[in-house]
């Protein structure tokens, strides 16, 4: 069983960074994928980004490619995501996920969800 945290979420104006963390339990976290997806109000919830488990291999989608990173700390049971140059396209609610393959969770097959942590960029 894992359970993921995320905190970092807040208001930033465009242009803005910020980053997320999403703390997990469990010894096996480095056995997963992590990844992030986020779910804008009406909006069906989408993938972001996501780090394989030795961290050789990421994925982002592309509307944020080349703004957000996603690292890990295996040694610390946590994933970040680093979103910079901010839109007011990015305002959602941001979860965390971990999942067995980059197969799996770039299709949304997730066995773990956080809770989630709103990020709003005003314009």
């Known amino acids: 069983q894992v359970q993921l945290v995320e905190s970092g979420g807040g208001l930033v104006q465009t242009g803005g960074s910020l980053r997320l963390s999403c703390a997990a339990t469990?010894?096996?976290?480095?056995?997963?994928?992590m990844a992030w997806f986020r779910q804008a109000p009406g909006k069906e919830r989408e993938f972001v980004a996501a780090r394989t488990g030795s961290g050789s291999l990421t994925n982002y989608a592309d509307s944020v490619k080349g703004r957000f990173t996603i690292s890990r700390d295996n040694g610390k049971n946590t994933v970040y995501l680093q979103m910079n140059s901010l839109k007011p396209e990015d305002t959602a609610n941001y979860y965390c996920?971990?999942?067995?393959?980059?197969?799996?969770?770039?299709?949304?097959?997730?066995?773990?969800w956080g809770q989630g942590t709103q990020v709003t960029v005003s314009s």
């Open positions: 996920a971990a999942s067995d393959t980059m197969y799996d969770v770039t299709r949304g097959r997730v066995n773990y």
């Open positions: 469990g010894r096996t976290f480095s056995n997963y994928v």
